[in-house]
């Protein structure tokens, strides 16, 4: 798939049926952030969809991921949000968690904010922290990431991993920490290490993971993030850390616990996404 196939042409055709509105910015939202997507108007020739209604798109079966795009306005800017990805560990292929992404892509978005909720291993993090992603280990995989089609457009020097862009753009990592400064939100920054899931890390897997100069780990972004990089958009992505890793952590880590600490941090997370919005549009 990507943003020629007949596919996204589809499903992109269902979309302009209910609106001409051409977001700038796409913004991913990971488990229990997703109230971002109540903040976008939708009534100046906006949209909103369930995913599941749309043509092709893989359905999210993950609680926490409610299978939501929403085409309006945000602080003035017109964005594209997802609320509720999919994940390979759904049984989904790379090439399918990602179609979302693409759609985007083929709806004028050039600009792309990450979301995710991370376990930590810092031990200077504190579930609650919001984390800005310096740089990721991609365990998630990226083969079968990019189409013939992509792959065949890129340059002959770059077309092994297209590298179009350089993953968590320097200019737009730049905005996010200044909005930080100004609003007062701590803001601590590290390396994230997707992993494919379900099941959280062994307390091996963490021990390895800090070797390696990881400070968080999830389940999601990384391909993401390389697949939107590689395609031109400048990306960052921003992590909800809502537990400590495996080893770490005094009790049995939970999805509920990873949501109900997310929703406590979900305010400081938007506020700081609002800002990046209104900063990148102004």
Same mark, same amino acid.
């Given at each position: 798939?990507?943003?020629?196939? %007949?596919?996204?042409?589809?499903?992109?055709?269902?979309?302009?049926?209910?609106?001409?509105?051409?977001?700038?910015?796409? +913004?991913?939202?990971?488990?229990?952030?997703?109230?971002?997507?109540?903040?976008?108007?939708?009534?100046?020739?906006? @949209? #909103?969809?369930?995913?599941?209604?749309?043509?092709?798109?893989?359905?999210?079966?993950?609680?926490?991921?409610?299978?939501?795009?929403?085409?309006?306005?945000?602080?003035?800017? %017109?964005? @594209?949000?997802?609320?509720?990805?999919?994940?390979?560990?759904?049984?989904?292929?790379?090439?399918?968690?990602?179609?979302?992404?693409?759609?985007?892509?083929?709806?004028?978005?050039?600009?792309?904010?990450?979301?995710? #909720?991370?376990?930590?291993?810092?031990?200077?993090?504190?579930?609650?922290?919001?984390?800005?992603?310096?740089?990721?280990?991609?365990?998630?995989?990226?083969?079968?990431?990019?189409?013939?089609?992509?792959?065949?457009?890129?340059? @002959?020097?770059?077309?092994?991993? +297209?590298?179009?862009?350089?993953?968590?753009?320097?200019?737009?990592?730049?905005?996010?920490?200044?909005?930080?400064?100004?609003?007062?939100?701590?803001?601590?920054?590290? +390396?994230?290490? #997707?992993?494919?899931?379900?099941?959280?890390?062994?307390?091996?897997?963490?021990?390895?993971?800090?070797?390696?100069?990881?400070?968080?780990?999830?389940?999601?972004?990384?391909?993401?993030?390389?697949?939107?990089?590689?395609?031109?958009?400048?990306?960052?992505?921003?992590?909800?850390?809502?537990?400590?890793?495996?080893?770490?952590? %005094?009790?049995?880590?939970?999805?509920?616990?990873?949501?109900?600490?997310?929703?406590?941090?979900?305010?400081?997370?938007?506020?700081?996404?609002?800002?990046?919005?209104?900063?990148?549009?102004?």
């Amino acid at each position: 798939m990507n943003p020629m196939d %007949p596919q996204i042409l589809e499903c992109v055709t269902a979309i302009r049926a209910q609106t001409a509105l051409a977001p700038r910015i796409g +913004i991913v939202l990971g488990s229990g952030l997703g109230g971002v997507a109540d903040r976008i108007a939708t009534g100046d020739g906006g @949209a #909103a969809f369930e995913t599941a209604r749309l043509p092709h798109w893989p359905r999210s079966t993950v609680k926490g991921h409610a299978g939501k795009f929403v085409v309006g306005r945000w602080q003035g800017i %017109p964005v @594209a949000v997802l609320r509720g990805r999919t994940h390979v560990y759904e049984g989904y292929a790379l090439g399918t968690v990602t179609f979302g992404h693409r759609v985007m892509i083929a709806l004028g978005v050039d600009t792309l904010l990450v979301t995710n #909720a991370v376990g930590t291993f810092n031990k200077q993090f504190a579930p609650g922290d919001l984390m800005l992603v310096r740089d990721h280990i991609n365990g998630i995989g990226r083969a079968g990431l990019f189409t013939r089609d992509e792959l065949a457009a890129a340059p @002959a020097v770059t077309r092994g991993a +297209i590298g179009r862009r350089r993953p968590y753009a320097p200019e737009l990592l730049a905005v996010v920490r200044e909005v930080a400064r100004e609003r007062g939100i701590r803001l601590r920054e590290g +390396i994230l290490m #997707a992993g494919t899931g379900p099941a959280y890390e062994t307390a091996a897997e963490i021990a390895m993971a800090r070797r390696m100069g990881a400070d968080a780990a999830c389940m999601s972004s990384a391909h993401e993030v390389d697949l939107a990089a590689a395609l031109g958009l400048a990306t960052a992505a921003v992590s909800c850390i809502t537990n400590y890793g495996t080893g770490l952590s %005094p009790t049995t880590l939970t999805h509920h616990e990873v949501e109900e600490v997310a929703g406590a941090a979900a305010g400081r997370l938007e506020e700081l996404l609002a800002g990046t919005v209104a900063r990148l549009g102004a």
